[in-house]
């Protein structure tokens, strides 16, 4: 690397002393109100006390927007091996075999669980109605209310939290950092609406903070996606894994005055196809599945086209079916596109990638658990190694589900939590705020890493961009009081760090785009790449063999 970029993140944010703080103890801190955190916490709340905190409410997460549906084998033509296969191939060599296993598996009784706690997918003819999204083999897909998956998910969960005895739940609270001693987690160090801060100690802390996509300037995460529970997880001596692949949506509304809005991948499935702005059906020149490859070849394609006709956006187009069945079964999507002046029905779709899904994340076992003892981690924020270098679609909430409940299962068999954290202090000396808002340094931020950390990547662009995240460092040296400016140390850290493992992986594979090493190479990367704050890159090697 002929330009050195150094990265100096601090183990905690603010200057504090457990001993002077009020404590408030409880049995299982769950950190995010997104599908992971809520079946979570129903589960654990079967014999434990739960204390649930979310910095915004408990209907706002990743998964109240996701549409496309969860993934299970239901159907009889379907089998748990197919499923396996797809996910395998998808993940391009990355993927735990045994993780795949645990998915495919145990996802069908854990969709039955849902049900039972009161999600009501879709059905036709007294059946749950199934649908194909790409790169998979047999329509496997569950939705509700046609492309309202999450939000109904959502829904269901949220009201049974919220009626259950043993869950407390903290919204608009912010997780600030986690408190360790001895390499064994004793809670968080939490900030309170009016600014207090206090130290929330439990014998089990699970991280299910979701995604990271408000990293890029163009996204269809929502606000709060901004990558705490990698950086706090990072801060506290967890290991975090395969951060460079980054899944980039292919299909979100690209349209004056509009936000970057899903167009679920199940639009493609129910047989939209994809043009380019001279009308031009192109997919066949990139993928023998045309529109229904995985998500990195048509994100990737999508560019190349915009590039080669000097557009800024593609179309999808599924003029071709009937109106009826467009409007039963993309409700949400047809109403939203309406809003701006656009009929799904008559129109094409102009359309364009945009960060969805973080592959990369918090490294866990089969139950959850971290390298840091205590601590686990549930949904988008882990590294289960289900995903690979490139997730399955619909794969995302069966996961969460999955694991969500092995990790109670672990929970279960931790004994008493015995030390009291009250010794433990951070005294950094923390100068006063840069007068620089923190939403230019965020636009600056994003800025960034959708220019040289986006959809194609290169050496020469990610040193750039590593130079650049670099100036935004300061940071970590201010004295920070409140959310927003948190948040910040935390999407600066996801990014850093991001950035560099995109400029060490030398190939290209699943998310994970290198303009000048532009084919998969096996035989060098067919491995992980680990990042730990002590111990600085690590490698380590796939097990799908």
């Given at each position: 690397m002929s330009r050195q970029v150094t990265i100096v993140i601090p183990q905690y944010l603010v200057d504090f002393d457990l001993g002077r703080l009020p404590v408030i103890t409880t049995d299982v801190i769950i950190i995010g109100s997104g599908v992971a955190g809520l079946f979570t916490a129903i589960?654990?709340?079967?014999?434990?006390?739960?204390?649930?905190?979310?910095?915004?409410?408990?209907?706002?997460?990743?998964?109240?927007?996701?549409?496309?549906?969860?993934?299970?084998?239901?159907s009889g033509e379907d089998s748990a091996e197919s499923h396996r296969k797809d996910t395998l191939l998808a993940g391009a060599g990355l993927c735990s075999l045994e993780s795949v296993n645990i998915l495919v598996n145990e996802g069908p009784r854990r969709v039955q669980d849902l049900i039972d706690l009161g999600t009501d997918f879709d059905?036709?003819?007294?059946?749950?109605?199934?649908?194909?999204?790409?790169?998979?083999?047999?329509?496997?897909i569950l939705h509700a209310n046609g492309d309202a998956t999450g939000y109904e998910i959502v829904r269901a969960l949220s009201e049974?939290?919220?009626?259950?005895?043993?869950?407390?739940?903290?919204?608009?609270?912010y997780v600030i950092d986690l408190i360790t001693e001895d390499n064994e987690c004793l809670g968080a160090l939490v900030q309170r609406p009016d600014g207090q801060r206090v130290f929330l100690r439990g014998q089990a802390t699970i991280l299910c903070t979701g995604g990271a996509g408000q990293l890029y300037r163009y996204t269809t995460n929502p606000e709060v996606a901004t990558g705490d529970g990698i950086a706090i997880a990072y801060r506290a001596g967890a290991y975090l894994r395969d951060l460079e692949f980054v899944q980039f949506h292919p299909t979100s509304l690209c349209y004056p005055g509009a936000p970057r809005f899903l167009i679920s991948e199940a639009v493609r499935g129910e047989g939209a196809v994809l043009r380019n702005i001279k009308g031009e059906r192109f997919m066949e020149r990139y993928h023998e599945l045309l529109e229904l490859a995985p998500r990195d070849i048509v994100a990737r394609a999508i560019v190349s086209e915009m590039v080669a006709t000097d557009s800024t956006h593609v179309y999808l187009d599924i003029t071709h079916e009937a109106p009826e069945?467009?409007?039963r079964r993309f409700p949400t999507i047809y109403q939203t596109c309406l809003?701006?002046?656009?009929?799904?029905?008559?129109?094409?779709?102009?359309?364009?990638?945009?960060?969805?899904?973080m592959m990369g994340g918090v490294r866990t076992g089969h139950h959850g658990e971290t390298n840091v003892e205590r601590l686990f981690a549930c949904g988008e924020v882990?590294?289960?190694?289900?995903?690979?270098?490139?997730?399955?679609?619909?794969?995302?909430?069966?996961?969460?589900?999955?694991?969500?409940?092995?990790?109670?299962?672990?929970?279960?068999?931790?004994?008493?939590?015995?030390?009291?954290?009250?010794?433990?202090?951070?005294t950094e000396k923390r100068d006063q705020l840069i007068n620089q808002p923190i939403m230019e340094r965020r636009l600056k931020l994003q800025k960034v890493m959708v220019r040289q950390v986006g959809v194609r990547r290169t050496r020469e662009g990610l040193l750039k961009g590593l130079e650049e995240l670099q100036r935004l460092q300061p940071i970590f040296a201010e004295e920070l009081r409140t959310c927003e400016q948190l948040e910040f140390a935390n999407m600066l850290t996801c990014s850093l760090l991001l950035t560099e493992s995109a400029l060490t992986r030398e190939e290209s594979r699943g998310g994970h785009y290198r303009e000048d090493y532009p084919q998969r190479d096996d035989q060098c990367w067919r491995k992980h790449i680990l990042r730990h704050r002590e111990q600085g890159m690590l490698e380590e090697f796939s097990d799908d063999i």
């Open positions: 589960k654990a709340s079967e014999d434990r006390h739960v204390t649930m905190i979310t910095k915004k409410g408990l209907m706002e997460s990743n998964t109240r927007y996701a549409q496309g549906g969860i993934a299970a084998v239901i059905e036709e003819n007294g059946k749950l109605a199934l649908t194909k999204e790409g790169a998979h083999s047999h329509r496997r049974k939290v919220a009626a259950h005895e043993r869950i407390d739940i903290w919204s608009d609270h069945k467009i409007k809003g701006y002046g656009l009929d799904m029905t008559t129109d094409w779709i102009p359309v364009a990638p945009a960060a969805h899904y882990s590294s289960t190694g289900v995903h690979g270098a490139n997730r399955l679609a619909s794969n995302s909430l069966s996961e969460a589900i999955v694991f969500g409940n092995r990790i109670v299962e672990r929970v279960r068999q931790i004994e008493p939590l015995k030390r009291t954290g009250s010794n433990i202090m951070s």
